[in-house]
């Protein structure tokens, strides 16, 4: 069997909602599965830090899921930047389980795929949305999963995703081991009235919120120190919020439907050294775009 598995880019946080909220965004991963081989062997051009053997995370991830898969050939297009906050290793992760679900002829169910990749990465923001398409609030406590699946409000969305890397790991390293009891009163506050407003399709109330967070911008906002000047203009022009899209460094502006393209040309003016990219909402989250069985490709090859 050969097929292509396509899996979105995420973005997480949407600023106070910290390891718990995220939706799913129009750049993509593309694993194609190319055929049975003597080795795993992950075709791509990631650069020499990506393993192209059983060490490559889509494959780990495979594997995890069906230890006893065999080695496959896979080659891999992808136009999610990585270590940039907009959930590469998630994609990779969740293409992963749609190897092993599809080789391994696992019928895993969408919200058996949420549970296994919220246990692999400890929280759902990235890889709920990943699977599930559009917005996803969710949590992962003793691995018990949950997680309610809605569409996000009208709005344009603008991404300001800097050349340079900043790793996950190295971004979490900066937030603190406790927070004040009277902080994480504020801190729940502020995401619960930002998810209620979302859900509500509220950008009035939501706009108030989203720039409040207190779990994790405050501690990393040195660490990308373009989010103040984004964050500054794109309220100077009229947009609802800007936020840190996951770990960073990409921050995200969020405007009013219609209005993403000028916003597009004003932030690119101040962000000359970065990617200004125009982003929607992506509905659908990971499928299979592409599948033709050991038959059919015998015919297509004759
Ligand atoms: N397509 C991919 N194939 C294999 N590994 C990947 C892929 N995409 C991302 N990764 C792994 O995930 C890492 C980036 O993860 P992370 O630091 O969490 O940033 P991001 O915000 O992009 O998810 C990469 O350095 C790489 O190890
Ligand atoms: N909640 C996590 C999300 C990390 O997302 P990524 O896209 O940067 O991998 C965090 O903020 O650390």
Known sequence: MMFTVRVP????????????????????????????????????????????DERNLIVETALYVHPSLPP?????????????????????IVAGIEVANMLGNLLLSKEEKVKIASIIEQHPDNVAPAILGDFVVGMVVEAKVRYIHHTFP?????????????KTTESRNVLPEAMPYKDAVKASATANVLVASLLLGDWDTAKGVMEEDVFHEPYRS?????????????????????VLSGAGPCVLVFTGAGEGESLQQVLQKIAEDMLVQQLEVEKEGARIIHCINQRESEEVQQ
């Open 9 to 52: 880019a995420t973005t997480a946080n949407l600023g106070p909602g910290f390891d718990s909220m995220g939706l799913a965004l129009s750049l993509y991963l593309d694993v194609e599965v190319i055929g049975p081989s003597e080795v795993w062997n992950v075709i791509h051009d990631l650069g020499d830090d990506i393993p192209q």
């Open 72 to 92: 496959h050939t896979l080659k891999v297009r992808n136009d999610i930047p990585l270590t940039r906050g907009l959930g590469s290793s998630a994609s990779a």
């Open 154 to 166: 009208p709005c344009d969305i603008i991404a300001v995703i800097p050349y340079t890397e900043l």
């Open 222 to 242: 040195k660490l990308v120190p373009h989010l103040e000047k984004v964050r500054q203009v794109a309220k100077e022009n009229g947009a609802y919020g800007t």
